[in-house]
């Protein structure tokens, strides 16, 4: 077998799978992320759905199987790749002229900036914040309000940034659903007085031990969950929010006062790989995630020869999607080097 040079942009767990199955075929693999580390979102989740396992623990897994053979390049923003020698010539500011005989993009995802829905109070009101700050909450042990008291009761408002044609987005971003329902749990085991309120327009527990969670969440720990889309958030003056949202199972207002609100973003093509994407002439859906040359046939190649994409750069996955999609990138690149081997 000729040993082959992949290039892999984004070393998240979809770069990381990818390239760990690449390089322990005996292939030569260069990772250029733009973090510090490793790992990509999964490194800021603290206890993931559905099972409540450490996030830490499946990236130390996925670490440890990394063979030492992988060149990593962290800090490292790619400014351009053109062609060349039958390949993509790889320009970044670190090391210039990188040859690669295939290019993988698994640049991820960036969550949906909150302060693009202005009546929402994001960035505005002090506790009016999004699922990524709440997670550090729990992560630190540090669930409170900005006053630094437990809140007495939080209302969790499900897709922001996500069904919303007001902001162009009109896909589901699939796992803020679940993950509205983890993190209500841990609402409630750090604050068992607390009061939760989980505001949806329809709950989307497509994965297996989804559902399960999802009747743990009422029975056993007493969240409550009511159909209905927020219409405007605003500020009591002693900082609590009052929300205002249409029951949509009853066909009444609703006003709520609470001393928390966590706005459940969702998921967006990282905004950092979208100049490579243009340049590289890759098309995109309406959804502006990358679109794959064939959904079902061929969901990680794209239609410029030679440049592969895998993870949630094609849209919004969950972890085990997720690596299995970069497994299958893995050998849809390998069979694709196999064909370059049988033509020459
Ligand atoms: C709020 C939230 C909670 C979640 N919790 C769970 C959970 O509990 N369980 C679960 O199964 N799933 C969960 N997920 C989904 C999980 O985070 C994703 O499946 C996973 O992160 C996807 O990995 P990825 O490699 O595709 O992308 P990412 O994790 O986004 O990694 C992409 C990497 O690419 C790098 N990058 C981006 N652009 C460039 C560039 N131009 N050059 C170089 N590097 C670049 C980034 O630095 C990053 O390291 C959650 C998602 C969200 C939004
Ligand atoms: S997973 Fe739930 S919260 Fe997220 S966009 Fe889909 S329906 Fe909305």
């Known amino acids: 077998m000729l040993k082959r040079h992949v290039a892999i942009i984004g070393g998240g767990i979809s770069g990381m799978e990818a390239a760990c199955i690449m390089a322990k075929s005996g ?8 973090g510090e580390k490793l790992g990509g979102h999964v490194a800021k989740w603290d206890l993931l759905f559905p099972n409540m396992r450490k996030g830490e623990e499946i990236l130390a897994t996925l670490l440890d199987q990394l063979p030492q053979s992988i060149h990593i390049l962290s800090n490292t923003i790619i400014q351009n790749i053109e062609r060349g020698n039958g390949g993509y010539i790889i320009h970044s500011a670190l090391i210039d002229n990188i040859f690669a005989d295939a290019v993988l993009f698994a640049g991820g995802f960036d969550t949906f900036d909150a302060t693009r829905k202005e009546e929402y109070g994001y960035g505005i009101y002090d506790n009016v914040i999004t699922s990524i700050e709440l997670e550090d909450k729990i992560k630190e042990h540090h669930f409170t309000t900005s006053q630094g008291t437990l809140p007495k009761r939080v209302a969790m408002i499900h897709c922001v940034g996500s069904r919303d044609e007001k902001v162009c987005n009109n896909y589901c971003s699939r796992v803020c659903c679940v993950t509205a329902v983890k993190q209500a749990i841990e609402i409630k085991k750090a604050s068992p007085e607390t009061e939760v309120f989980c505001f949806y327009m329809d709950l989307r527990m ?34 609590t929010i009052i929300v ?5 199972l009853l066909g009444k207002p609703l006003k709520m006062t609470v001393d928390l609100m966590v706005l459940m973003v969702g998921m967006e093509l990282s905004k950092s790989i979208v100049p490579l994407v243009e340049k ?55 069979n694709y080097f196999d064909q370059l081997s049988n033509k020459n």
């Open 206 to 239: 497509f994965g297996r031990h989804f559902e399960e969670l999802y009747r743990e969440a009422q029975e056993k720990y007493g969240i409550q969950f009511i159909r209905g889309r927020l219409s405007e958030a605003s500020e009591n003056k002693d900082k």
């Open 280 to 334: 590289m002439q890759l098309e995109v859906g309406m959804d502006r995630f990358i679109m794959p040359l064939d959904e079902q046939l061929y969901p990680n190649k794209t239609k410029q020869e030679g440049v592969f994409v895998t993870g949630t750069c094609t849209g919004p996955k969950n972890i085990p999607e997720t690596l299995n999609d970069a497994r299958s990138a893995a050998l849809t690149i390998m």
């Open 244 to 248: 205002k949202a249409e029951d949509t």
């Open 27 to 34: 292939h030569e693999i260069t990772i250029f992320d733009a």
